[in-house]
């Protein structure tokens, strides 16, 4: 059973900088998805960025140019590198995967139901 372990969540003002972690265990299927997803309160669930195996990378156009999905073989694990925060990125930040050669389209409302493996979330918090 494949299990993500996500943290790095806190609180910062707007501007300011956060870096996420996912460590993955007994990810062992030969291609996946693994990426970041985000809920504010009374939202739905969405995409902030995701990989695949062979490097492919995709953001949701909100978060282009400032945070970067990245990832240490390693240590299994995925970072997200979140540069010059809004108010509007507070949210429960969540890892997932999903066995896949490719990632799907983020920018899809219902993607999340695509991916099988979640971690536990963490909370980022941007005041103003």
């Known amino acids: 059973q494949v299990q993500l372990v996500d943290s790095g969540g806190g609180s910062v003002q707007t501007g300011g900088s956060l870096r996420l972690s996912c460590v993955a265990s007994r990810l062992t299927y030969t291609s996946w998805c693994i990426g970041w997803f985000r809920q504010a309160p009374g939202k739905a669930r969405e995409a902030v960025a995701a990989r695949d195996r062979n490097g492919g990378i995709d953001y949701v156009d909100s978060v282009k140019g400032r945070f970067t999905i990245s990832r240490d073989n390693a240590r299994n694990t995925l970072y997200l590198q979140m540069n010059s925060l809004k108010p509007e990125d507070t949210a429960k930040y969540y890892c997932?995967?999903?066995?896949?050669?490719?990632?799907?389209?983020?920018?899809?409302?219902?993607?999340?139901?695509?991916?099988?493996?979640w971690g536990q979330g963490t909370q980022v918090t941007v005041s103003s």
């Open positions: 997932a995967a999903r066995p896949a050669s490719s990632c799907p389209n983020l920018a899809r409302s219902d993607i999340y139901l695509e991916f099988d493996y």
